[in-house]
């Protein structure tokens, strides 16, 4: 039996959810049980659990005639005996979700008149009860109206939205919420003192972290990782359950931040080699960053950063279902920030031409880097001599030939932005304008945002002079030109590029077809 049906509450003190323990622990006292609830929360919040508890109040011989002060179901009585191990014919769980059509609702609704066969009160527990036919609802909403004195209805839900007002009227509703990690972790309390399992508080704090609020969730995990072993900490619940602990939530969040894109691609490296569950990072993602947000808020400081981040990592998040390679959409929308400097202006360090191997002598490329190093007073002139000139400022060819020089002059500072430039071909110059062809809507998108066109723009004047660029779909993949093959054995400039060209490369398996 798993950890969380052997360790499931059987009393309502037992409740793990403290504002629905201390509900039902009213209804106890006042004996005022509704004939119809309506339990809304989210999944492994405890409703099931919950539904089962209350049918073995309203049948435990204890509270037989009582109308006031009903006591905790007793454990011993034929009643709470038969509903323990599941034999009565008197509590009767349905699924909705796979007898949800009005014949089933009908069904039901003919044999709740019948008298209960061995208990006191006939209890119908229905989950996931949203999944009920519109006729369903309907043949159903008669008999919660004029329900017989011995049916109580218990419908539990996790979209209540889908249930109609008419339904929920006539019920008395109970909100399970998300559990909070003090909750889960009273919760894995049971079955670490029930199954003598040594683990120290932040490896209970790391499972808890990673369960969404759901008590199933939290025992599951916690199942897993006692299988390996008897005594564990937090590094190995890390390692075992393949999440990630919030010291490099915090590192992976700081170096987006603080433009660090070389440091991004190094976490994300290390997290693909460790088995790092995208969904659950992409949770932790946001949860800090929400924390951040709501606390920058508090303090009255700039929240740019945070508010672009949730954007980025929520649009992420869609991505990594499609995705064969479920980290890199995570790895993009951090980067998206990183290379981001807020004003659009990334100062370029020096760039030394790339060398050649020819004939074991080595040899200096700097046909299109003399524009790059060029003086403050030359660029100065080229560009009143541009404005005074309508033709293109350069052939197309000549962008052709020295747009691999160009991808490497760009790679210095910003590897990633060149790294999806990769992906792209000049094919046309007209005035001062350079059009691109671009292989998918998502590049396009990328590289038209405001920032990181003006970037890129820079970069072009420096080496063209003043030019604009805009983008079109065009045939997969970028043509190449005939100067290419000069360039297959230059070298990179610094190690960012070949990091940056495996990340592009998968970009391009995801998003460019």
């Not at 004939?35 to 037989?64: D, M, W």
């Amino acid at each position: 039996m798993s950890f969380y049906q052997k360790y499931r509450p059987k009393k309502i003190s037992e409740l793990d959810l403290v504002s629905v323990r201390e509900s039902l622990e009213s209804t106890l006292k006042s004996g005022k049980v509704s004939h119809a609830y309506l339990f809304v929360g989210p999944r492994g919040s405890g409703k099931t659990s919950t539904a089962r508890i209350l049918a073995q109040v309203v049948n435990c011989e204890r509270n037989q005639g009582k109308k006031d002060n009903l006591e905790e179901p007793c454990g011993k009585c034929p009643s709470c005996v038969s509903l323990a191990n599941g034999s009565s014919v008197d509590v009767i769980e349905i699924d909705a979700a796979s007898s949800g059509l009005v014949d089933d609702i009908r069904d039901l609704r003919e044999k709740v008149r019948l008298a209960p066969v061995q208990l006191p009160k006939k209890v119908y527990i229905i989950d996931e009860v949203h999944m009920v036919s519109t006729a369903g609802f309907n043949a159903l909403l008669k008999t919660l109206e004029e329900p017989p004195k011995h049916a109580i209805f218990i419908l539990c839900t996790t979209e209540a939205q889908k249930v109609p007002e008419t339904i929920m009227s006539r019920c008395a509703r109970v909100n399970f919420t998300k559990a909070s990690n003090k909750e889960i972790i009273g919760s894995l309390m049971k079955a670490v003192k029930g199954e003598n399992i040594d683990i120290d508080e932040e490896a209970l704090q790391e499972i808890a972290g990673a369960t969404d609020g759901s008590f199933r969730e939290g025992h599951k995990l916690l199942e897993q990782v006692a299988a390996y072993e008897k005594t564990i900490d937090a590094e190995m619940v890390l390692e075992v359950l393949g999440i990630v602990g919030r010291v490099s939530i915090k590192k992976l969040l700081d170096a987006a931040k603080n433009r660090e894109s070389g440091k991004i691609v190094k976490i994300f490296g290390e997290m693909e080699k460790s088995g790092i569950k995208a969904q659950v990072l992409a949770a932790s993602l946001l949860g800090e960053v929400k924390i951040a947000l709501e606390d920058g808020l508090e303090r009255g400081v700039s929240v740019a950063d945070e508010l672009k981040l949730i954007d980025e990592l929520i649009e992420a998040t869609d991505r990594i279902k499609v995705s064969p390679l479920p980290l890199l959409p995570l790895e993009i929308a951090l980067l998206t920030l990183a290379i981001d400097d807020g004003g659009g202006r990334v100062t370029l360090p020096k760039v030394e031409a790339p060398a050649r191997q020819v004939e074991n002598k080595v040899e200096i490329n700097t046909h299109s880097f003399e524009s790059v190093i060029q003086t403050e007073n030359v660029e100065v002139k080229s560009n009143v001599v541009v404005q005074n000139y309508d033709g293109p400022l350069v052939s197309i060819d000549r962008i052709k030939t020295e747009w691999m020089d160009f991808l490497n002059v760009m790679s210095g500072s910003c590897g990633s932005l060149a790294g999806l430039l990769r992906l792209v071909s000049p094919v046309d110059v007209k005035g001062k304008s350079l059009t691109l062809s671009v292989t998918s809507r998502f590049q396009q998108d990328m590289l038209e945002r405001e920032v990181k066109k003006k970037l890129i723009e820079e970069q072009m004047s420096k080496i063209w002079g003043p030019m604009t660029f805009k983008c079109v779909l065009g045939e997969k993949g970028p043509a190449r030109t005939e100067a290419e093959p000069q360039d297959i054995n230059v070298e990179p400039v610094n190690n960012d590029v070949i990091e940056d060209k495996g990340i592009v490369d998968a970009a391009e398996k995801i998003f460019g077809s």
